[in-house]
């Protein structure tokens, strides 16, 4: 369902966009360009203008309808359900003996010996 749905989404899509693109340019880009009332005066309806509010209201449907499948199928579930699977088993799988030597990852001790202390960045 959810597939069917969003194909009829797309086909929406696109057809908005090719009704869009086949209007005739009326005002010249809200107002500019001479006449001064594009934006106050109101023009007649005319059908590629009521197709385009056909198309754009299906198209929030759909958008709509979409959303709420998916937020049903995803109920219960959390992203960080999925990323974190797979985290555990890949650490465990490189090192099964459990020898792996941690010391040689540390950064190197300071000059002053204090192990302890941050690193602290100079300009030397």
Excluded: C, Y
Aim: charge should be negative; charged fraction near 15%; avoid cysteine.
């Amino acid at each position: 369902m959810e597939n069917v749905i969003l194909i009829v989404h797309l086909l929406l899509a696109l057809a908005l966009i090719g009704v869009v693109l086949m209007q005739r340019s009326e005002g010249g880009g809200l107002g500019m360009g001479g006449g001064g009332g594009a934006m106050s005066q109101r023009s007649a309806a005319t059908a590629m203008g009521k197709v385009t509010w056909v198309l754009a209201i299906a198209f929030i449907i759909t958008s709509l309808t979409l959303t709420v499948i998916s937020a049903k199928n995803a109920s219960g579930t959390s992203i960080l359900d999925r990323v974190g699977g797979g985290a555990p088993a890949a650490q465990q799988s490189a090192d099964p003996a459990g020898d792996l030597d941690t010391d040689a990852l540390l950064p190197p001790p300071t000059a002053g010996g204090d192990a302890d202390a941050p690193l602290v960045p100079r300009a030397d």
